[in-house]
């Protein structure tokens, strides 16, 4: 086929996923030639809780109008990381955010007892959803594509969908003879973390919280197994999140720089985006080690 010779494909649930937890990646191979990149996002998420108080009429339980208005969030952040291929799975509108429940721990999500209709995570979408994603590799035919672990980083029942029609939709392909690609979880290792917390603590300025113990997901270091070093994009990364005013606040002091969603818990903005890849070369530095054009 023609075009770039690197083909990467990124799977997420809700606009803003994709710049807080792969916008350096994003951005990194979107400002290479020999690189297209792709963004699937699954739904408008619609069930955001608002931060600025003079959008809060937006809301699901208002005039539920966020998805809409986070669509041309998604475009800003897009711009900002230099993605000109994105594309709402099934079409703008056709899964909805499903919302979440609290299981108890942490940031630990759950799926609510009553979905919508429409809603991401109903059982019966799931073939379509799969259909509908292996259109888009079957267009594209990526050699790598991103999307969450099985339990969707924090239990967030739009993730843990997007991942299981992503791994469904690859085997599909795969069965059909289209060569396989890789598949890449996104994943924050307990040392990176932990670093990036620590530089921020002493900041009295600081106007979020600081976490509690586990109170934002983390995996052992030993499960990631290729780390991209994003430093170079953090202004792009900066940009994207301002995009999605609606969903996240940001600070910065003293060469210090910390984010967070409406729950006011303060996250470090990392200089590197890690993931757990099956049959990635040791040592490798770039997510397409050792695969063919």
């Known amino acids: 086929m023609t075009g770039p010779a690197r083909r990467l494909l990124l799977v997420h649930a809700h606009p803003d996923d994709e710049t807080l937890t792969t916008g350096g990646t994003i951005a990194h191979h979107a400002a290479a030639a020999d690189t297209a990149v792709t963004l699937v996002t699954c739904t408008l998420g619609e069930q955001g809780e608002v931060i600025p108080a003079e959008l809060a009429g937006l809301a699901a339980e208002q005039a539920d109008q966020l998805g809409g ?44 007892q009553q979905l919508h209709p429409r809603a991401f995570a109903r059982p019966e979408s799931f073939a379509e959803q799969v259909r509908a994603l292996v259109e888009v590799l079957t267009e594209v ?8 672990a099985a339990d969707g980083g924090y239990g967030h029942p739009d993730h ?28 924050i290792g307990r040392s990176t973390l932990d670093a990036g917390l620590a530089a921020l603590r002493g900041a009295s300025e600081l106007p979020f919280r600081l976490p509690g113990p586990d109170e934002l997901p ?14 170079a994009y953090r202004s792009a990364r900066i940009a994207a999140m301002s995009a999605h005013r609606t969903q996240i606040a940001l600070w910065s002091g003293r060469d210090r720089f910390a984010l967070a969603m409406s729950n006011r818990v303060a996250q470090p903005l990392l200089d590197v985006e890690e993931f757990m890849i099956d049959d990635m070369p040791p040592g490798a530095v770039d997510l397409f080690a050792g695969l063919a054009p």
């Open 69 to 112: 208005y986070r669509i041309a969030e998604l475009a800003g952040a897009c711009a900002a990381l230099g993605l000109a291929d994105h594309r709402f799975l099934g079409g703008a509108g056709r899964w909805r955010d499903s919302g979440m429940a609290l299981a108890g721990h942490g940031v630990r999500a759950a799926v609510p």
């Open 141 to 148: 035919r990526p050699q790598v594509v991103v999307s969450y």
């Open 160 to 187: 843990v969908r997007a991942h299981d029609i992503t791994v469904a939709a690859l085997r599909a392909t795969r069965e059909a003879g289209q060569v396989p690609a890789r598949f890449a979880a996104t994943m």
């Open 218 to 231: 983390s995996v052992p270091d030993e499960m990631i197994t290729f780390r991209l070093d994003v430093s």
